[in-house]
């Protein structure tokens, strides 16, 4: 995904709650051999990672097999919503 395509999501929630940041999601994977991870766009009341997501949450539909990846692209669509302050 590139910022553009991130961008345009983000102003597509932003009727529904402003996007704060980008959150990692471990997916259960319910006895399959391969972990997941996903990332979410999220609000102000579902960034703190030790709470539960709420409703200010919207799946950007990426699936890592690789934890570090995932962190990785969440540190950067995190600094690509901070810069353009959505």
Known sequence: MNKTELLRRVTCCNSKFEVKRVRLH????YGLDTQTYSLWLVGEYSVDEAIVMG???MPLCLKFRSIDKAMKERD???????STNC
């Open 26 to 29: 471990k997916d259960r994977n």
């Open 55 to 57: 409703v200010d949450a």
């Open 76 to 82: 950067k669509f995190n600094r690509w919503i901070n």
